[in-house]
């Protein structure tokens, strides 16, 4: 079973820049998708980036794309989101997911990080 716990969130000003981290313990995630996705007060939650741990290939929403980075640390076991140029309509409590491959559910989930960002 995968543990995973978020950090980095925050409260930031419009056009700031955060980092999240995804600290993954109890597996070698060297056979795993790891993702970002966030929940806005009101609204489903969506899917916003991930990471193809073993051969780094990336994914993003066309909402953050260009503006946030995601990538890994294989030491660290960690995955990052660095957002840039943040948007009052990036304000959402960010998860992180993994997910065995080839399966397509993300059975894995963090705690959640809140990020706010005033405008």
């Known amino acids: 079973q995968v543990r995973l716990v978020e950090s980095g969130g925050g409260l930031v000003q419009a056009g700031a820049s955060l980092r999240l981290s995804c600290e993954a313990s109890?597996?070698?995630?060297?056979?795993?998708?790891v993702g970002w996705f966030r929940q806005a007060p009101g609204k489903e939650r969506e899917f916003v980036s991930s990471?193809?741990?073993?051969?780094?290939?990336?994914y993003y929403a066309n909402s953050v794309k260009g503006r946030f980075t995601v990538s890994r640390d294989n030491a660290k076991n960690t995955v990052y989101l660095q957002m840039n140029s943040l948007k009052s309509e990036d304000t959402a409590v960010y998860y992180c997911?993994?997910?065995?491959?080839?399966?397509?559910?993300?059975?894995?989930w963090g705690q959640g990080t809140q990020v706010t960002v005033s405008s």
């Open positions: 990471i193809y741990w073993s051969s780094g290939s990336t």
């Open positions: 997911a993994a997910r065995m491959l080839p399966y397509v559910t993300w059975n894995s």
């Open positions: 109890g597996v070698t995630l060297s056979s795993y998708a």
